[in-house]
């Protein structure tokens, strides 16, 4: 038997899209819950009934962006430790994914997006416990990449893998700094640094 909650899903995923499609055009002081539900043909009633107000419904819609963005992430990352069976290997997944977290303007505005969702969990304890879990995905994951090179003795043991996680995290996410810059460095700049940085990390003894 198909419950109410599993048949609502769909409809309230309808409403969180339409919710994000907002976000990602504009300021989220411009949402109105009434507009949403004329665009998506859902009851007012519903909305509010599965969220609890419109900033339920903010928050879980920044929730929904959050995860999404993380998934695909932790999809690259998997593909690290599925495919690299040596250091040369390790070293060949790892620089390319590194450098395209960090370019063009899709991954500029990916960043923008997971940093503004951040910013916004800082006051609202609500979405800070929602994204706060799949946050804690993203760091698990990297840790066990960095795990895996330890492992097999390609970084090294010294820096603690979980400190080599949330390093990747801070060189990547930090260069939204230099994003909002009038004269933001070349790509090509950041991919030496990135470069440094990696084989600082490498076990080449």
């Not at 928050?59 to 040596?86: G, H, K, P, R, W």
């Not at 700049?189 to 470069?195: E, G, I």
Request: charged share 25%.
């Amino acid at each position: 038997m198909v419950t109410k909650q599993s048949r609502s899903a769909p409809v309230m995923r309808t409403v969180l899209e339409a919710v994000i499609e907002r976000l990602n055009d504009g300021d989220e002081s411009l949402i109105r819950i009434p507009e949403i539900c004329e665009a998506t043909g859902v009851n007012y009633g519903s909305v509010y009934h599965h969220f609890g107000s419109r900033d339920g419904v903010i928050d879980a819609a920044y929730e929904m962006m959050f995860t999404t963005m993380v998934s695909e992430d932790i999809a690259a990352l998997q593909s690290v430790s599925e495919t690299a069976n040596s250091l040369e290997e390790f070293v060949v997944a790892m620089q390319p994914l590194l450098s395209r977290f960090a370019a063009d303007e899709e991954r500029r505005a990916r960043r923008a997006r997971r940093v503004r969702i951040v910013a916004a969990a800082l006051t609202r304890p609500g979405l800070r416990q929602l994204i706060g879990t799949a946050q804690a995905s993203v760091t698990k994951e990297l840790l066990g990449v960095a795990q895996y090179g330890q492992d097999r003795g390609w970084l090294r043991k010294d820096i603690p893998a979980n400190a080599i996680a949330v390093l990747v995290q801070a060189v990547i996410f930090g260069r939204t700094l230099d994003d909002v810059s009038v004269t933001p460095i070349h790509q090509d700049d950041w991919n030496v640094m990135v470069t440094a940085l990696f084989a600082g990390l490498l076990n080449l003894d």
